[in-house]
């Protein structure tokens, strides 16, 4: 599956950004759908994901200021960003993964996108 992802921006401290990812299939084949994000001189680092059997799972830091969701009609994934703060810079990579056994161990295939650029001014 490829992965689209749009929305970045350049925003206020405090203001808010929804980013988009749109998969050329259907994400429901996938486990589950996540987003990183990556900023300069630092690792990538999960910030949220959308288990296709769980609940939304989020970095400490956005709890309560980020929400993941889909749209499985259009096989569309968001990351809603309220409240957003300086530390949030970062190009955010949008994720698709499956998980599945082989040789009796659980493997994972991960399917990224494109960064898309967050710059949150102070």
């Known amino acids: 599956v490829q992965l689209q992802a749009s929305g970045g921006g350049l925003v206020q401290a405090g203001g808010s950004l929804r980013l988009s990812c749109e998969a050329n299939g259907s994400i429901l084949r996938m486990s589950g759908m996540a987003w990183y994000r990556q900023a300069p001189g630092k690792e990538r680092e999960f910030v949220a994901s959308?288990?296709?059997?769980?609940?939304?799972h989020y970095l400490d830091s956005v709890k309560g200021r980020f929400s993941v969701s889909r749209d499985f009609a259009k096989n569309m994934v968001y990351l809603q960003m309220n409240n957003l703060r300086p530390e949030d810079t970062a190009v955010y990579f949008c994720?698709?993964?499956?998980?599945?056994?082989?040789?009796?161990?659980?493997?994972?295939?991960?399917?990224w996108g494109q960064g898309t650029q967050v710059t949150v001014s102070s």
């Open positions: 994720n698709g993964y499956k998980t599945y056994w082989s040789d009796g161990r659980l493997k994972r295939n991960d399917y």
């Open positions: 959308a288990p296709t059997d769980d609940r939304p």
